[in-house]
């Protein structure tokens, strides 16, 4: 499936929010962004960067070498997110503790753009938290879950862009995959059309956070 993808030149990223001690960690990031025998690696790969920089540097160091990218988990869309990244540690938060690393870990990886191969997950979902990551990490580029079936819209999302509109990727599943079930869909697309109804809510999605974009 990577190799269709980018056979036809879409980027993939790889949702699979590895981690593990220093050893581990290693053969993890050899295995997805420089997978033996001529196996398609992702152009990005996730990360839980919970065990610290042991569990993070093999996955950047491999990134840098093979010319991959990084999203760290730091500011989920799940609803209980709270529970430990809006902890208080000495006046700042454990999510802007995990911002200030990731930008760290990133910082000699940073391009023309402006912004790091070592990007971070900050979910669309808690929007005020989302823009003020944007503030503190600048060079930091984004992934950005949490738009359509968990809530957020394109008002939500437009705090993970800088003022050029760039430095976001934003992440709709659900609401793009089962398309043809949502009612706005369902009554121009049958089920077998699943394809075209997925298209056009990609098209859709577009539209709504270029509108936002253009508005702010």
Same mark, same amino acid.
């Given at each position: 499936?990577?190799?269709?993808?980018?056979?036809?030149?879409?980027?993939?990223?790889?949702?699979?929010?590895?981690?593990?001690?220093?050893? =581990?960690?290693?053969?993890?990031?050899?295995?997805?962004?420089?997978?033996?025998?001529?196996?398609?690696?992702?152009?990005?790969?996730?990360?839980?960067?919970?065990?610290?920089?042991?569990?993070?540097?093999?996955?950047?160091?491999?990134?840098?070498?093979?010319?991959?990218?990084?999203?760290?988990?730091?500011?989920?869309?799940?609803?209980?997110?709270?529970?430990?990244?809006?902890?208080?540690?000495?006046? $700042?938060?454990?999510?802007?503790?995990? =911002?200030?690393?990731?930008?760290?870990?990133?910082?000699?990886?940073?391009?023309?753009?402006?912004?790091?191969?070592?990007?971070?997950?900050?979910?669309? $979902?808690?929007?005020?938290?989302?823009?003020?990551?944007?503030?503190?990490?600048? $060079?930091?580029?984004?992934?950005?879950?949490?738009?359509?079936?968990?809530?957020?819209?394109?008002?939500?999302?437009?705090?993970?862009?800088?003022?050029?509109?760039?430095?976001?990727?934003?992440?709709?599943?659900?609401?793009?995959?089962?398309?043809?079930?949502?009612?706005?869909?369902?009554?121009?697309?049958?089920?077998?059309?699943?394809?075209?109804?997925?298209?056009?809510?990609?098209?859709?999605?577009?539209?709504?956070?270029?509108?936002?974009?253009?508005?702010?």
């Amino acid at each position: 499936m990577i190799a269709e993808a980018r056979s036809v030149g879409v980027p993939v990223i790889l949702d699979a929010k590895r981690s593990d001690i220093g050893s =581990t960690a290693e053969a993890y990031a050899e295995a997805y962004l420089d997978p033996p025998g001529g196996l398609a690696a992702p152009d990005a790969l996730t990360i839980n960067a919970y065990l610290g920089s042991d569990g993070v540097l093999p996955f950047v160091n491999i990134a840098a070498r093979t010319g991959r990218g990084l999203y760290v988990l730091a500011k989920t869309s799940n609803p209980s997110s709270g529970e430990l990244q809006d902890l208080d540690v000495g006046g $700042t938060t454990i999510f802007q503790v995990m =911002t200030d690393l990731i930008a760290n870990w990133g910082r000699e990886l940073v391009g023309e753009c402006g912004y790091s191969s070592v990007g971070a997950v900050a979910g669309a $979902t808690f929007p005020e938290q989302l823009a003020q990551m944007r503030a503190e990490a600048p $060079t930091v580029p984004f992934l950005v879950p949490g738009y359509g079936a968990q809530g957020a819209g394109a008002g939500e999302v437009v705090g993970a862009f800088d003022e050029n509109g760039l430095g976001a990727v934003v992440n709709s599943s659900r609401g793009i995959i089962f398309a043809w079930r949502d009612a706005a869909y369902r009554d121009r697309f049958a089920p077998e059309e699943y394809a075209a109804a997925a298209a056009a809510a990609a098209c859709d999605m577009r539209e709504d956070i270029n509108r936002a974009l253009d508005s702010r």
